[in-house]
């Protein structure tokens, strides 16, 4: 089932098992209000006697940044190194980075705007991106 509350809200797919996913939250409070407001719904119209999700976590960030400078990714493709990077301009628009010891990928664009995907800490988002911008400093 497919659950939003509100038109362009965050959705909260559930599943069966009683497993529920929530995507397209801003923040984590997002996240945990949402999830309440859920448990609470169900056990209103006693789909569900006691609430319970000990198991509820956030998985998955996904961070956007801006660099504020045009980027010329055939060259970050190169300098960030082959082996880590994919660039096929023909097949998507950006450059996709997999920083070494890093749990997260990045999404590089033309346009200095950055994606950081993957992460189950903000704190290794925020990790990447300054590694990131210290990188591409270096090399342009």
């Not at 529920?20 to 939250?25: K, L, P, V, W, Y």
């Not at 609430?51 to 956030?58: G, N």
Request: proline content about 4%; hydrophobic content about 40%; aromatic content about 10%.
């Amino acid at each position: 089932m497919y659950l939003r509350f509100e038109e362009d809200a965050p959705l909260i797919t559930v599943y069966r098992t009683g497993k529920f996913i929530i995507t397209g939250a801003d923040s984590e409070d997002e996240s945990y209000s949402l999830r309440e407001r859920f448990l609470n719904l169900f056990s209103d119209m006693n789909v569900i006697e006691e609430p319970e999700d000990e198991w509820f976590s956030i998985q998955n960030y996904v961070c956007t940044a801006e660099l504020g400078q045009n980027l010329n990714l055939n060259a970050l493709a190169i300098g960030l190194g082959l082996e880590k990077t994919e660039y096929e301009p023909e097949q998507f628009p950006g450059l996709i980075h997999r920083p070494e010891g890093a749990d997260g990928v990045v999404l590089l664009f033309a346009t200095g705007k950055v994606v950081i995907t993957g992460c189950r800490t903000l704190e290794a988002a925020e990790d990447i991106l300054a590694d990131l911008t210290e990188t591409i400093s270096e090399l342009l």
